[in-house]
């Protein structure tokens, strides 16, 4: 049944935008405003970089409560940020602390291309997170049957998974080179204009393949015989 938002699935389901802007709020907005408002209120760089820094952790831990599950990502990703909280603990200096932040996003990246060599890549799974059982049953039916579906998101995910690695590598610049006092910002700033490039590029691939193959890469798409436009390239 179609939700109000347009979506395939059950009334519960969240808004797709949800799904998109959560991410970005946890990981890039609120850890920044947090970084700065402690360093107006005199709290120093490595504490505050460090709180700022669990932000993102939290958000994980406390939706995976909720939902009384967790996926693997979410696992992997909250060993990485607890790991980056203990280490910065013992350290003791803020510029490790941003180089440790870099790690996080090299770890991502990591994850993201690493997703190619197991059954199904990342950009099917984050696909799969944005619909119900009903869509996500018929993007399932799709994958096993459909070269041309498989092709398309293997190359998204690549694409993701390599940005990634460009964002941890200026990361990683940008704070060995650069204020203390600024790197967070910057590295927001740097992370949003990568994030927008690489969400064109995607956007710009799928409305491609989509007119080449009549197949939606993140919609609801039809179960696919094989016959027709999948012998196409994209």
Request: proline share 7%.
């Amino acid at each position: 049944m179609a939700t109000p938002n347009g979506r395939t699935g059950t009334p519960q389901d969240p808004p797709a935008w949800r799904t998109v802007v959560t991410p970005i709020l946890f990981t890039l907005v609120l850890p920044l405003a947090v970084f700065y408002l402690l360093r107006s209120r005199g709290v120093g760089q490595w504490p505050a970089l460090t709180l700022s820094g669990a932000v993102p952790a939290v958000r994980l831990a406390v939706e995976a409560a909720t939902r009384r599950s967790v996926d693997s990502f979410e696992v992997f990703m909250i060993g990485m940020l607890a790991v980056r909280v203990v280490t910065s603990l013992l350290t003791g200096s803020p510029r490790a602390v941003l180089v440790k932040d870099e790690g996080l996003a090299a770890a991502g990246g990591l994850w993201i291309l690493g997703s190619l060599l197991v059954a199904k890549p990342f950009a099917f799974q984050a696909a799969q997170s944005l619909h119900g059982p009903a869509a996500s049953a018929a993007r399932e039916a799709a994958w096993t049957v459909s070269p041309a579906l498989r092709r398309g998101l293997t190359r998204l995910t690549a694409l993701w998974g390599g940005a990634q690695l460009l964002d941890c590598a200026a990361g990683v610049l940008l704070a060995l080179t650069l204020p203390v006092e600024t790197v967070p910002a910057l590295n927001r700033a740097k992370g949003l204009v990568l994030l927008s490039a690489v969400s064109v590029a995607s956007v710009h691939y799928s409305r491609r393949y989509g007119r080449r193959h009549g197949l939606s890469l993140f919609g609801s798409p039809p179960l696919i015989t094989g016959a027709g436009r999948e012998g196409r390239s994209p």
